[in-house]
């Protein structure tokens, strides 16, 4: 590693999860994967929201604009297909690239949530070695350069998968 990738801040994925065991789980692939990330959880679509209205008006506040939001479906207050529809309307979030993470592999979810604007859709998995690969991808696709994370739909996210 040089020493301005030591220095030079590490990119933010925020997580939008209303499961705490899923964050948890992702938190330590991120660390095994020994990435540069930085992983910021919050614990449903609202709070996601307020995170990027922060950070989007607070521009060298505490909250820094995230490279990748990761967004499950299902989660109280606010789902993450409302959380797409909100940054389709928010200037500042319109190139943020969004990633569903969901359980369900219903082609209904997964059409809307890339009508809605999603970058991609990946399907949740138990497999620990899986998820570090995911995780690596991710990283691939959406945060090693600025070509990658301006971000474009992948035929076939549903083989990067996470742990439910």
Same mark, same amino acid.
């Given at each position: 590693m040089s020493p301005a990738e030591k220095t030079a801040p590490r990119p933010i994925i925020l997580l939008a999860e209303d499961s705490e065991d899923d964050a948890?789980?992702?938190?330590?692939? /991120?660390?095994?994967?020994?990435?540069?990330?930085?992983?910021? $959880?919050?614990?449903?679509?609202?709070?996601?929201?307020?995170?990027?209205?922060?950070?989007?008006?607070?521009?060298?506040?505490?909250?820094?604009?995230?490279?990748?939001?990761?967004?499950? /479906?299902?989660?109280?207050?606010?789902?993450?297909?409302?959380?797409l529809a909100w940054m389709y309307m928010t200037k500042g979030c319109k190139s943020l690239p969004a990633v569903m993470l969901s359980s369900s592999m219903l082609p209904a979810d997964i059409e809307k949530a890339r009508t809605l604007g999603a970058a991609d859709y990946l399907v949740k998995t138990s497999g620990t070695g899986q998820l570090?690969?995911?995780?690596?991808?991710?990283?691939?696709? $959406?945060?090693?350069?600025?070509?990658?994370?301006?971000?474009?739909?992948?035929?076939?996210?549903?083989? &990067?998968? &996470?742990?439910?």
């Open positions: 948890f789980i992702l938190r330590r692939a /991120i660390i095994k994967s020994g990435l540069p990330i930085e992983l910021v $959880w919050v614990n449903d679509g609202q709070e996601a929201v307020d995170y990027l209205e922060r950070a989007q008006n607070q521009p060298g506040g505490s909250e820094r604009m995230p490279a990748l939001l990761l967004l499950d /479906i299902k989660m109280p207050r606010m789902d993450g297909f409302d959380v570090i690969e995911m995780v690596r991808g991710i990283h691939h696709r $959406w945060l090693s350069s600025p070509a990658t994370s301006t971000g474009t739909t992948s035929s076939n996210g549903s083989n &990067l998968e &996470l742990p439910v």
